[in-house]
């Protein structure tokens, strides 16, 4: 996302600076980009962070900061000691700290008119059994990424089921069959100024989606219009949705930072003037499917071929355009490559998963953040 935001930022004639506590060369190496800024983590040293962002944001002359991922609730929560003539383009922490919960996201949508499925917060496997009484249901922490430590009992927990690993509470919510959408907004003071659906028609396992093909879904863009309205929302927001077989929509979760529904904006959609809260509703249609065209062939090929379904993968891989090789910026899938192997050192050293390393500085998982410069 950072790659897709510096690219149409200056497109629009704005000077592109990245920051971030892990190697950003997929990002840094664009020829949209004109300096890279290390930060210390906002995770695990909150005052180096924004120590580090002040330093860059008042030698360069910043104007407006724009986060990508988790980094959103770290900003929000240390806004005061950012300078106050800086545009942080996220919503207070308290609102985003909720949206972020996979537990209170379902009261606010509920109060909002935006439709899910039943749904209880558990701590044990036992009590999460008792709720669903047989019933097929999903099982995931209240604060998680990427799909991880998510559960699927399409027939019910199963009674050799694993117990619940001690991460926290767990939401318990009833299994809805259905086609997997999802939503990408951006928004001021409850205004909707873009917005986009899209289908995540391949996935890494259950997990992130590296082919994104648009959609129209009318009643998702008025629940996703209500629900930022109803909570004066401002800066971006992203949903996911399961629509069932007669046509309705039930939100699953919520997001409140980018996500890949960026890619489907055409460069020349105005999206850093709705960033700072300007202009009309923006929405890509007719668009064209977008992808990660390396994991499309090295993930998305084999399993195509395993499955029997290669000429629709080929179909597929043919009507979409790359989201990282871009006519006149070449260097970015070198830079991943550079990316990755500083990924697989930190994994080593951390003893996780790549996707952890590449997450783990920035994540958020509801324990207590001191607010700084307050």
């Not at 899910?116 to 097929?136: C, F, I, M, N």
């Not at 209500?226 to 046509?247: K, L, N, P």
């Not at 043919?318 to 989201?323: G, I, N």
Request: proline residues 7%.
């Amino acid at each position: 996302m950072a790659l897709d935001h510096a690219r149409r930022f200056h497109r629009h004639g704005w000077e592109v600076h990245i920051a971030d506590s892990i190697p950003c060369r997929l990002s840094g190496w664009s020829s949209s980009v004109t300096g890279t800024h290390s930060l210390r983590s906002p995770r695990h040293d909150a005052r180096g962070f924004v120590a580090d962002l002040n330093q860059a944001v008042t030698a360069r002359g910043i104007d407006l900061l724009v986060p990508t991922c988790e980094e959103a609730l770290h900003l929000s929560r240390h806004r005061t000691a950012l300078p106050r003539e800086l545009h942080v383009a996220v919503d207070e922490f308290d609102k985003l700290a909720a949206l972020h919960s996979k537990w209170e996201f379902v009261r606010i949508a509920r109060s909002n008119g935006m439709p899910t499925p039943a749904s209880s917060r558990v701590r044990t496997l036992a009590q999460a059994r008792e709720w669903a009484r047989g019933r097929a249901v999903v099982v995931k922490p209240e604060f998680s990424r990427f799909g991880v430590h998510v559960r699927l009992y399409p027939h019910g927990i199963t009674g050799d089921a694993p117990e619940l690993p001690p991460l926290g509470d767990w939401v318990v919510q009833a299994f809805v069959a259905g086609d997997e959408l999802c939503s990408y907004a951006i928004a001021d003071r409850g205004r909707l100024l873009a917005h986009v659906i899209y289908r995540p028609a391949y996935r890494l396992a259950r997990s992130s989606s590296y082919y994104f093909d648009p959609v129209r879904r009318p009643a998702i863009h008025d629940a996703v219009a209500a629900f930022v309205r109803g909570t004066g929302y401002s800066g971006q927001v992203s949903f996911d949705w399961i629509e069932t077989c007669d046509g309705e929509a039930l939100a699953l979760e919520c997001n409140p930072r980018a996500t890949s529904g960026l890619h489907l904006f055409p460069f020349a959609a105005d999206l850093p003037t709705a960033l700072l809260g300007d202009g009309d509703l923006r929405e890509p249609w007719p668009a064209k499917p977008k992808m990660i065209a390396a994991l499309m062939t090295m993930a998305g090929l084999p399993a195509a071929v395993r499955n029997r379904r290669f000429g629709k993968w080929l179909r597929d891989f043919q009507r979409a355009d790359d989201v990282i090789s871009v006519p006149g910026d070449r260097l970015p899938p070198a830079g991943s490559i550079g990316d990755l192997a500083s990924y697989s050192r930190l994994a080593l050293l951390q003893r996780c998963s790549l996707r952890e390393a590449a997450t783990r500085d920035i994540e958020w998982d509801g324990e207590p953040l001191e607010a700084l410069g307050a």
